[in-house]
């Protein structure tokens, strides 16, 4: 079974600038989840979906992070403009349904300079 | 809000010894709570998990014990082994099916 692709692997860019991450759930899963880890943190939920409706986003910063879900299988998260502070490790996880076992990605590592 | 957290930061067991990586919780609202383990460069892995309706669940190698009435949660890893070296996290589903994490024990394994 293929596991979550997530893409790409690292990424720098300038402050103020945009970013996008993409995700590719494991097939059949509909529950998608983007989680932010900080440097020595545990992962923090950004969104949850479930097929492509959104179930949670409350901590989501909706002035500068969006995120889509189209036709409920791959997902975007979108930062615009980013912030020093944005800097982290971004990962999308699926399951087949809520609360039940989640599978990870290895994360996109953004560094903000 | 909820919130999980640990209460090591780091612990150093010798290989062949059991661990003990502990966690409290605050939502006792919770009604189901998962171990995770996560290497270098990795996303989380999923270990074992528990729903609220019990207090001890079993798998290879491993045991959650859940104790509810002083939130605490706990991983039992029988005869550890180096390749369990990583940093562990607990997390809880809380309203919402919303997944909180607590900020993670490392675990070093001395050969």
């Known amino acids: 079974e293929a596991g979550v692709a997530q893409s790409p692997r690292y990424k720098i860019i300038e402050k103020r600038q945009s970013v996008a991450f993409w995700c590719n759930p494991i097939?059949?899963?509909?529950?998608l989840y983007w989680y932010q880890q900080i440097l020595g943190q545990g992962p923090k939920l950004l969104i949850q979906?479930?097929?492509?409706?959104?179930?949670?986003d409350s901590q989501l910063p909706k002035d500068r992070f969006s995120a889509e879900r189209l036709k409920g299988v791959d997902s975007t998260l979108k930062i615009q403009p980013a912030k020093l502070e944005d800097s982290a490790v971004y990962l999308c996880?699926?399951?087949?349904?809520?609360?039940?076992?989640?599978?990870f990605g290895q994360g996109t590592r953004l560094t903000v300079v | 809000g909820e919130s999980v957290g640990l209460h090591l930061p780091t612990l150093s067991v010798q290989e062949g010894d059991n661990s003990i990586i502990n966690c409290a919780y605050s939502?006792?609202?919770?009604?189901?709570f998962i171990w995770y383990k996560q290497e270098s460069g990795k996303g989380p892995q999923f270990i074992i998990d528990?729903?609220?309706?019990?207090d001890k669940r079993q798998g290879q190698r491993v045991t959650v014990l859940l104790n509810k009435t002083v939130k605490h949660l706990s991983l039992q890893i029988a005869a550890t082994q180096p390749g369990d070296s990583a940093v562990y996290f607990c997390?809880?589903?809380?309203?919402?099916?919303?997944?909180?994490f607590g900020t993670g024990t490392k675990l070093q394994v001395i050969p």
């Open positions: 996880a699926s399951s087949s349904q809520p609360i039940t076992e989640a599978f």
């Open positions: 097939s059949g899963h509909a529950t």
């Open positions: 979906f479930q097929n492509n409706g959104v179930v949670d």
């Open positions: 939502n006792s609202a919770s009604d189901y």
């Open positions: 528990i729903r609220s309706n019990m």
């Open positions: 997390a809880q589903a809380g309203g919402y099916q919303k997944v909180t």
